[in-house]
């Protein structure tokens, strides 16, 4: 069975749009723990737009407490700075369940492509080592299509997590098929390797079903972005009823 975490990327955002509290990422990760979900995803990035350092020891505990699994995303490579303490510290002091590693550049304003793994391999080896002397479960983000995806278990990797990002696109574009038989042989190479496999990026209710039908064994699939959306699609209706509820008792 496919695990669900949810990314609560999204919901810091919003808090962070206004400062103060609201909205509440620890309760939203409660209310996704209450709903089901088997785990939370966060990717702090290093200029803390969304997601800080004290928000991933808050649902760090939380998930310890759950007995859920934490999935901390994040670039190993990005030194640290002030309000981001680098992706290993921040999961020394967590001890997140699970670790994906992201190739991502600073200003980038999202994850868009997997490790190039001629070029970081040989870096990826010791740090992967790191995280795993942590206790953390080690997944790599890559490209579905890439040859080398093997080469992720050379560097002691666990699992690798498939950049679900163009599969996205080609579904809204009403043409997956490609897409979908890439992931599929991207999956194989990686699991005759000995690796688990995770997906994500842009997964939304309309484009996951085709993807876990034609992707083999994929052990868990990290979203937040639509889900997000969806979640105030969703909501919508009966928080305007519970207001307007308010205003006409007040009148
Ligand atoms: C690693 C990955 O696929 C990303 O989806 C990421 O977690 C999203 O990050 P943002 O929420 O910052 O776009
Ligand atoms: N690893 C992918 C993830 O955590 C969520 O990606 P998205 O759904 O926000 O695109």
Known sequence: MTALSVNLNKIAVLRNSRGGREPDVLQAGIACLDAGAD??????????????ADDVEALGALCRHRAVEFNVEGNPFAPPRPGY????????????????????????????????FARDGAALRPLVAA????????????????????????????????????????FAAGTPQAALAAAAATARLAQAA????????????????????????????????????EALYA????????YRALVRAAA
Not at 39 to 50: C, E, I, Q, S
Not at 144 to 165: I, N, S
Not at 198 to 222: I, K, R, T, W, Y
């Open 131 to 170: 995280f795993k002397a942590l206790g953390c479960r080690v997944s790599v983000f890559v490209d579905v299509g890439d040859p080398d995806v093997a080469q992720a278990a050379a560097c002691g990797a666990d699992r690798v997590e498939l950049y679900t990002g163009p599969y996205a696109e080609a």
């Open 235 to 242: 909501g919508l209706a009966p928080t305007v009823r519970a």
């Open 194 to 229: 000995g690796l688990g496999v995770n997906a994500g990026h842009d997964l939304n209710q309309a484009n996951l079903p085709a993807f876990l039908a034609a992707v083999p064994g994929v052990l868990e699939v990290s979203i937040g972005h639509a889900l997000i959306g």
């Open 39 to 52: 785990g939370l995803t966060v990717h702090p990035r290093p200029d803390a737009r969304h997601i800080r």
């Open 85 to 116: 303490p680098g992706l290993l510290a921040l999961c020394e002091a967590v001890r997140p369940a699970q670790v994906t590693l992201v190739p991502d550049g600073d200003g980038q304003l999202t994850s868009d492509h997997g490790f190039d």
